[in-house]
């Protein structure tokens, strides 16, 4: 009888076996073929997605530089997250001049103290306004954050951006012909320095350059405005420090930052036309003021029965500020741009010699840090625990005066807020800031922008 295929499978598992055929040989070949012909396959394919997803972008000039920390503070930029129609649009709505004879102006560091001050009061006089700042935490961004707030009820928006990030900078001037540039936005501080160096390269430098690169190819060119500091005397100890005195002999990194900053500006100024203001500011306090100012933290300290620093110079000697209060200071910037010539450049080249200024903006009127504290005390009845001790050598200098003579003359500067009067406010201020602080209960709203 013929056996039919049927009769092969087996009855239980397992008990199947293949009968040996002529075609059993080349059948065993072929699959070990297939089998390594798969494996080989298999790992070209791993190596391929291993290459392509672990090793750096081969066509990136940067790709044989190591992760420094400058490339990663140039990779965070990209973090931040502008551009698109609603942006545009309220970009449009904050630069809007609302006065015949205004200006559209940029101002970076806007949710600085300085840079606060100076939006909301050019807003108030018609100027349009756009903020530019990158929040940093060099000193608690919630007084940033609060700032901002603040500007926001009036209608000024503030980027966030950081100066160095050219593609930003670039499409900030595509779409608002600013006329005018007040720049505020720096590395702060003298003593922070010593922690944190490149900090101040990074904004105080390379910053200022990007800015004045995106400037020099904007067209119209603006007049920029910006913030230099008394701290470029240095060592200087001819008073009153007037502009002509030497600078060479700066004292802290800070100090040759903004120093070097000058000296961009006149290169700038030099090859492109850009017309360009320096303010050298000494020792601006006021309400929305910087915790990292004495006149904050002793505040805040003799509040809390701390101890606080008062420094000495050598042989005994005081140490002195040319204290000077915000509402001076806005009105020297707000003078300083009215009177700023246009920029001459045009299409990246200068056409003919721009204005190029520096002027101090003082008080005119050192105080010592004692009497200082003294004023303290009598405004917040609280007796201050002092601890004289030596001037630390970190950057600090023992005495700053200032001639404001060439900004009186070119714009009527007059500084009339004396430190009793000023510290008043601040103190009033403070009150307020410190129970919102504390209880988060006060409204923004019941503060106002001096
Ligand atoms: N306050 C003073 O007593 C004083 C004295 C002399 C000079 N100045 C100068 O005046 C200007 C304003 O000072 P301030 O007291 O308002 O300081 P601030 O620190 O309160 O304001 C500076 C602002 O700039 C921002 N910023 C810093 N680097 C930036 C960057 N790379 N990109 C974008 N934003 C950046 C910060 O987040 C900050 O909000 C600064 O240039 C400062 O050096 C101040």
């Not at 200071?329 to 010699?353: F, H, M, N, W």
Request: aromatic share 12%; glycine share 8%.
């Amino acid at each position: 009888m013929k056996s039919s295929h049927l009769d092969n499978i087996p009855s239980t598992p397992g008990k199947f076996k293949i009968e040996k055929s002529p075609y059993s040989h080349r059948f065993r070949w072929h699959y070990s073929y297939l089998a390594k012909l798969t494996f080989w396959s298999f790992v070209f394919l791993a190596l391929i997605f291993i290459f392509f997803f672990k090793s750096p972008p081969s066509s990136s000039p940067y790709s044989s530089i190591s992760t420094t920390p400058s490339d990663l503070s140039r990779r965070s930029l990209k973090t931040s997250s502008w551009g698109g129609p609603a942006w545009e649009k309220r970009v449009r709505s904050s630069a809007k001049v609302r006065s015949k004879t205004g200006f559209s102006v940029l101002v970076t560091g806007a949710a600085g103290f300085v840079g606060t001050h100076v939006s909301a009061s050019l807003k108030r006089r018609g100027d349009g306004v756009l903020g530019l700042d990158n929040f940093n935490d060099y000193y608690d961004p919630y007084l940033k954050r609060a700032r901002q707030a603040l500007l926001e009820r009036s209608g000024i928006y503030i980027v966030e951006g950081d100066i160095n990030d050219v593609a930003l900078l670039k499409k900030l001037f595509e779409v608002i012909p600013f006329t005018h540039v007040m720049h505020l936005a720096a590395q702060a501080g003298v003593r922070y320095a010593m922690e944190n160096p490149n900090s101040y390269i990074h904004s105080n430098v390379a910053g200022f350059v990007n800015l004045l690169e995106v400037c020099k190819s904007a067209n119209p060119q603006p007049a920029i405005v910006w913030a230099s500091s008394s701290s470029v005397y240095g060592l200087n100890t001819k008073v009153p420090f007037s502009e002509k005195d030497r600078t060479d002999q700066p004292a802290s990194l800070y100090a040759a930052t903004k120093k070097a900053g000058e000296e961009i500006a006149h290169t700038y100024n030099h090859i492109y036309g850009l017309s360009l203001t320096g303010l050298r500011f000494f020792t601006v306090y006021g309400p929305w003021g910087r915790p990292d100012m004495a006149y904050f933290f002793f505040t805040r300290d003799i509040l809390k029965g701390k101890a606080i620093p008062i420094f000495e110079s050598a042989n005994h000697g005081t140490v002195a500020r040319d204290f000077t209060y915000i509402d001076d200071i806005v009105k020297g910037c707000l003078g300083a741009l009215d009177t700023a010539e246009k920029s001459t450049g045009s299409g990246g080249k200068k056409k003919r010699p721009a204005q190029l200024r520096v002027f101090n903006l003082g008080n005119t009127s050192p105080v010592p840090v004692s009497d200082l504290v003294s004023i303290l005390e009598k405004l917040l009845k609280v007796k201050a625990k002092r601890r004289v001790m030596k001037l630390p050598r970190n950057g600090d200098v023992p005495f700053t005066h200032a001639n404001i003579s060439f900004a009186q003359r070119e714009f009527g500067y007059k500084p009339t807020t004396d430190l009793q009067m000023g510290l008043k406010k601040f103190v009033r201020w403070y009150g307020g800031f410190d129970l919102y602080q504390k209880e988060l209960k006060k409204d923004l709203d019941s503060w106002e922008c001096t």
